[in-house]
Every structure is written in C-alpha cells, then in structure tokens.
C-alpha cells in the first residue's frame, strides 16, 4: 500500500513509480478516492463556500482525472486495461437531482462525462472505462447506517474490473447492470 494524496501530483507520480517497481505494469486502475464534506452535506446551492466547492472538485474530479492521466502509460503497456472510476447515483443527470449536496453530485456528473470521454478516446485500444455506483456503502463517508458492506459495495466494482474484452465501455453501471448517466 502506497498513501497517496490524489490532490498532490507528486503523490500521484510516487505511486505511479511505485507501482513500475512493484509490479512493471498495470491492468485495473480503480479511481475510488472521494470526498463529501461537512459544509457540503448542510449546505444548499449558493451558501456552500467556494473553497470546500474547490476541495471536493478537486479529490473527486481533478483526483480521478489525474490518476487516470499519469497511470495512462503504464495502462496502454498492458495486455488490456481496466479503468473503473467509483461514482454515485446522486450525480445522475438522468435522475431529477434534488438540490442539496452540489458541489458532491456535480463532482460526480463530471466524473461520469470524464468517462464517458475516456472511453471514446481509448476504445481502440483494449482498455475500458466504465463508472460504477456501487451503493450506499457502510464507510466513514456513507455513516454506519448505510446497508450494504463494503464487500457487497464492491461487487460491481470487480465485475467492471474484469470484464472481457467486447465488455461495455463509456457506461454507467449499477449492480452489474448499465443504467442511464
């Protein structure tokens, strides 16, 4: 395990480092790194600061894009690549976003179009991009009182991982299933 803070891009070319001297390639990079803060959770459209808007664009959005970035390389080396970026159902635009938790659910609306973009340009290569909404899962961030484990959480996070090679690309998927971004 290498700490890395998504923010500080040399964390991110540590653990890209890392990851060459450990292993030599890269096959699946799982984007699971996020955040919701306090303000956020509270807040309403408007009367969130700008600055926890900033912070949780850029772990949520900046972070998964600069993983996917400097991990690309390393990716197209490999035999075929997965890329799976964690998101949520409250940034479904296909879904009536309700208010509240905004600089959240944007964060995640634009994780979703960073994939879907990915994927677009990478589908001639044999690496998939695909967003997962794994649940409301039992974490520091979801509470205690969410009901799925981890484990459960992380089911459709290994079936978008391993997917065979004419798998989906560009797609939002929710309990192994693809659903409307």
């Not at 459209?45 to 949780?56: M, Q, S």
């Not at 991009?129 to 459709?156: E, F, I, Q, Y």
Request: hydrophobic share 40%.
């Amino acid at each position: 395990a290498v700490a890395t803070d998504v923010t500080v891009p040399d964390d991110v070319a540590n653990l890209v480092d890392s990851t060459v001297d450990a292993f030599g390639r890269l096959d699946i990079l799982v984007n699971n790194a996020g955040m919701l803060s306090g303000k956020d959770r509270k807040s309403k459209f408007g009367t969130l600061p700008e600055d926890a808007f900033r912070k949780t664009m850029d772990v949520n959005l900046f972070g998964t894009y600069r993983i996917c970035q400097m991990f690309l390389s390393l990716l197209e080396k490999a035999p075929w690549g997965r890329i799976v970026n964690v998101t949520s159902a409250m940034g479904n635009l296909s879904d009536a976003m309700t208010g509240g938790y905004s600089a959240y659910r944007i964060s995640k609306a634009a994780v979703n179009a960073l994939t879907a973009n990915l994927a677009a340009e990478l589908k001639s290569k044999k690496i998939l991009v695909n967003c997962v909404h794994p649940g409301w899962v039992r974490t520091r961030m979801g509470t205690m009182v969410a009901p799925l484990s981890p484990k459960k959480g992380a089911d459709s996070i290994i079936y978008a991982a391993t997917l065979p090679d004419d798998g989906p690309t560009g797609k939002y998927i929710v309990k192994r299933q693809i659903q409307p971004f």
